[in-house]
């Protein structure tokens, strides 16, 4: 398998000749190659872009209405749902995640062409009341060209919720997968050609995130910057997107506290905690990697939790276990080493999980751990892991629960759990983070749900209607007639 960018709705050969290997993580062969984006490639994309929407958005993809824009971006919906399980396959080879994890990335990625397709034309502007002998109003109008800088964790997932809601306002999409995960956004930008967008409208050139990811992002014809990521890159796309003074959103990940209190119901959740840190290997922006609780409950929640944690498994994509190898090996070595860190300092594991007796010893797994007492200021509960590992730790206090959800950098998601009503919005209001679950973790997902986060987590919101509103400017119109 060769690939080739996908520009103006067709393949496009890397301009250099150069290629970049596709590893399966599950054992560490080869699956084929990608196009090495090269400046000519990255510029071949952004041209396209600018001719889809036009000088005037009168270009091609520029001029649909909202309801036409709606209709292709449905018919895309419809054809992503089609293609599901060819897609869930794609993403499961490449980047090692559990089929079924996979599939319900395809299906998520769906829902936001669907949830967005049907924004199009409620998007609009207000009429403001002024001064007499003026009639003002705003109209939201896109940006023009937005960059889409893709990670290899979710990559279905998060090219629906920037892409998707990038059309929908109007805008020509220039996407940059990670090197690492690459196969499924080009099979969809093949797909959505297919569905009827104009040429241009979707363009996805991949390469190495410090050639054609630097280059894209520092692009002058680059109107709207869109990354999700590491809190060091995204130092770097901020200022790219600074210099220029291009409008950028940055999801930066978290390291995301569930907070239980000694009046929740702990068998609602035990599954929940363990799904967090679980789901996707910990390579979750969202996981739920620190686990704060009651004292009185503390021994308690943390034997029915290592219960658990003993039968997890992790083995290849295809047997559908809790968790499939780690994506690739720089990041299962960064892994291993931020535990044996950990160990030597004296942090304790109080449970591992297992390996399958199938997984080849070539791939990237690594099993599930449990780490009890650690200490708040310790690295392994400050410093975002990407791993499937757990901190826990104990609580006296209301006061001293929200103190330790707020101490570190992050901001993203918090999963609060206790009966008290009056506690679950307390604690809640005084949260620093940008979604907050109570007795729930990650409402299922919920592309209805804005999504983002605080301090060094980025900032600016994706997922439901809050996200179309950053992919549009306003502009206000006054007329004076008298
Ligand atoms: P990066 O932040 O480096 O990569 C994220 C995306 O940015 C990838 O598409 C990458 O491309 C691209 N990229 C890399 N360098 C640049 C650049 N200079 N300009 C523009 N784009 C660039 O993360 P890593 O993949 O290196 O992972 C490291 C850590 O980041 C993880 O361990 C995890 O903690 C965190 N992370 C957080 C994510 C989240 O969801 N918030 C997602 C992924 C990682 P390429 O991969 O081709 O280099």
New binding site residues.
Partial sequence: MKKQHFIANAWSAASEGESIPVIDPSNGCSLGEIARGSRRDVDAAVAAARAAIGETFDGPWGRLSACQRGRVMYRFAQSIIAHAAELAELEACDTGKSTKTARADAAALARYFEYYAGACDKLHGETLPYEAGYMVMTVREPHGVTAH??????PMQ?FGRTVAASLAAGNACVV???????LSLLRLAELAAEAGFAPGALNVV?????E???W??AHAGIDHIS????????R??AE?AARRHCPVTL????KSPQIVFDDADLDAALPAIVNAIVQNAG????AGSRLLVQRSVYEKLLDALADRFRTLQSGPPALDLDMGPL?NR??YE?VKAILARAEADGIRVMMRGRIHPQATSSGFYQEAVLLRDVPHEHSIAQE????PVLAAMPFDDEEEAVRLANGTDYGLVAGVWTRDGARQLRVARKLRCGQVFVNNYGAAGGVELPFGGVKS??HGREKGFEALLGFTVLKTIAVRHG
């Fill in positions: 800088i893709v990670p290899w964790n979710y998060i940059k997968p990670a090197e690492d995960a690459s991949t390469g190495y995130g410090h054609a990811g630097a894209l992002t990354f999700t990521g590491s809190t060091v890159t995204g770097l796309v790219a999801e930066l990940g978290g390579q979750t922006c969202s994506v720089r990041q960064q975002e892991i990407f791993g987590s980025g």
